[in-house]
């Protein structure tokens, strides 16, 4: 396994001003479920990154992340939007013998 990329899209283009502290967006929202999957498979990474940032609406906490875990030369990314329309797939996952990707939740 060289990647792993889990998404959990929600397109809602409109964001009524709602403030609120860091636990009201959607790393903490919705982030550590995602992040938790990834986690449980993989254990505990080597190194994280990430990029939170609200992108409908600036008052509001954030609505869309990025967050890379490492694993040795393996790279998990888990992301969230509410900006993707597109039907996108919910894993992709690629290796040294071949691509996987997964549409839709089951």
């Known amino acids: 396994l060289v990647e792993i990329e889990s998404h959990f899209d929600n397109y809602r283009p409109l964001a009524e001003t709602n403030p609120g502290g860091p636990q009201n967006g959607e790393f903490y929202g919705l982030g550590v479920h995602t992040l938790d999957q990834i986690i449980s498979l993989f254990g505990r990474p080597d190194h994280v990154s ?41 894993f992709i996952v690629h290796g040294h013998k071949g691509s996987f990707v997964k549409y839709g939740i089951d």
Do not use: C, W
């Not at 393996?74 to 509410?82: E, W």
């Open 50 to 90: 990430y990029d939170l940032r609200s992108l409908r609406n600036k008052a509001n906490p954030d609505d869309t992340f990025e967050a890379q875990l490492f694993y040795g030369d393996m790279k998990a990314i888990v992301k969230t939007s509410h900006l993707v329309q597109i039907d996108y797939p919910k």
